[in-house]
């Protein structure tokens, strides 16, 4: 027994924190993502966890995770951190109850890897299938957005997933979402787009595709 005891008991190290180790510190995530995650995504929003500063995870533009620049090769495992995984402001985070880490992602988290069309009275509703099998149905909650290619007039294409979280669509996705695209009339002006959901995402003015209304 210690001569002395401390006036107040330490508090509880995260479990990141306790082991310094590189594989420490990634055990212990997946550990705290295992008990938060489930099955789907958990909800991070609602967690407010000391920060743990960052961690050598990369989610490159293709949809791999590397650990360490080494590909994380189980499919199971990537499903689970992208079940706690979160963004705030420009930051992507791994969130659990006890901690949260930092990681970097090159472009977006996920990627679209297939399109579908669901026909209703209403009108239609196009469904991504992410590169973790998210089903996404694009529409009120589920947006597209048409960034700034590097060339003039080319266009890159996302849809929001979940909670400011955003897949990239794949090159024979965003072919076949073109290919779906309208000329309507959006404050004025005729816009070429894709309709989904209900609503209209404008894409380009049509004039600068050589198109009439």
């Not at 924190?17 to 938060?36: I, K, P, W, Y």
């Not at 689970?80 to 791994?94: C, D, K, N, T, Y």
């Amino acid at each position: 027994m210690p001569a002395s005891a401390p006036d107040a008991p330490e508090p509880a190290a995260s479990p990141i924190q306790a082991d310094s180790s590189a594989a420490g510190r990634l055990d212990a995530l997946l550990e705290a993502a295992r008990a938060a995650g489930g099955r789907g995504p958990a909800p991070v929003e609602r967690w407010n966890p000391p920060d743990c500063g960052e961690m050598d995870i990369l989610i490159r533009a293709d949809g791999s995770w590397l650990y360490m620049g080494t590909p994380i090769g189980r499919p199971a495992l990537v499903r689970l951190f992208a079940s706690v995984l979160a963004r705030e402001g420009e930051r992507f985070v791994l969130k659990t109850p006890v901690e949260k880490v930092g990681i970097k992602v090159e472009d977006a988290p996920f990627l679209a890897v297939d399109m579908a069309v669901e026909d209703a009275a209403e009108g239609r509703t196009l469904v991504f299938r992410t590169n973790l099998d998210d089903l996404v149905r694009c529409g009120p909650d589920h947006g597209l957005r048409f960034a700034a290619g590097a060339e003039p007039g080319e266009v890159v294409p996302y849809v929001h997933v979940r909670r400011g979280l955003e897949a990239r669509l794949s090159r024979p996705v965003h072919l076949d979402l073109m290919e779906m695209g309208e000329v309507r009339e959006e404050g004025g002006v005729p816009m070429f787009g894709v309709a989904s959901g209900g609503l209209f995402f404008p894409i380009l003015p049509a004039a600068d595709l050589g198109m009439a209304e």
